[in-house]
């Protein structure tokens, strides 16, 4: 499975992005998705999941209520809509898919990676 992520950039503190993700399988409902960031310096850390059916969703704190992740399988392609961006949010985004239901918030629980977008928010 191949995940190409796209969508970002830099845009100003309070501002909103829409990242895309999408998968090189004629499976993707068979997987559970994942965003992760990772800011210079410091791990990658969890940021949203998605059950492969897109019922389920979890969300980290830092972001919770700002940002939204959704999926069309018949797109193979789950978003990341980013909204009330702070500075703080800056870091590369990368996908990841986990084979089964439900999402990982653990970055050894993903079976496949994309190679991730760099996200700016200027303050």
């Known amino acids: 499975v191949q995940l190409q992520a796209s969508g970002g950039g830099l845009v100003q503190a309070g501002g909103s992005l829409r990242l895309s993700c999408r998968a090189s399988?004629?499976?993707?409902?068979?997987?559970?998705m994942g965003w992760f960031r990772q800011a210079p310096g410091k791990e990658r850390e969890f940021v949203v999941g998605?059950?492969?059916?897109?019922?389920?969703?979890k969300s980290a704190d830092p972001v919770k209520g700002r940002f939204t992740i959704s999926r069309d399988n018949a797109k193979n392609t789950v978003y990341l809509q980013m909204n009330s961006l702070k500075p703080e949010d800056t870091a590369v985004y990368f996908c990841?898919?986990?084979?089964?239901?439900?999402?990982?918030?653990?970055?050894?629980?993903?079976?496949?990676w994309g190679q991730g977008t760099q996200v700016t928010v200027s303050s």
């Open positions: 990841a898919a986990k084979f089964g239901s439900a999402w990982s918030q653990v970055v050894l629980g993903y079976d496949y």
């Open positions: 399988t004629r499976t993707f409902s068979d997987y559970a």
């Open positions: 998605i059950s492969r059916s897109g019922y389920s969703t």
